[in-house]
Nanobody, 121 residues
Framework: QLQASGGGSVPPGGSLTLSCVAS????????MAWYRQQPGKQRQLVAI???????RYADFVKGRFAISRDYEKNIVFLQLSSLMPEDTADYYC?????????????????WGQGTLVTVSS
């Protein structure tokens, strides 16, 4: 239901833009978010954008990342800038969506596959 892309390898100070598209013709999307999982650590929230609300960010973002949504195309973006080695992680998109399932509409929490961001000189 969620397909993420845009990861890659960049030097410290570099930038990347991640994108994630929600397929399956969702009836509604309550929020779209990005999480990350650093090696050996638990998954943590990076940024979240609820429909009709201002985005919220984890403290470690410190103005370096920006989340945005294309509401018509059901895409969420995460612009990463001023990247540091500690930003190296698998980045996952997440969405709280209502989707059609066997003739019914069901609300659930969906995850995309991770996209790897590596920050290294």
């Amino acid at each position: 239901q969620l397909q993420a892309s845009g990861g890659g390898s960049v030097p410290p100070g570099g930038s990347l833009t991640l994108s994630c598209v929600a397929s399956g013709d969702p009836f509604s999307i309550n929020h779209m978010a990005w999480y990350r999982q650093q090696p050996g650590k638990q998954r943590q929230l990076v940024a979240i954008m609820s429909t009709g609300r201002s985005p919220r960010y984890a403290d470690f973002v410190k103005g370096r990342f920006a989340i945005s949504r294309d509401y018509e195309k059901n895409i969420v973006f995460l612009q990463l800038s001023s990247l540091m080695p500690e930003d190296t992680a698998d980045y996952y998109c997440n969405a709280d969506m209502v989707v059609p399932v066997n003739g019914r509409y069901l609300r659930d929490d969906y995850w995309g596959q991770g996209t790897l961001v590596t920050v290294s000189s």
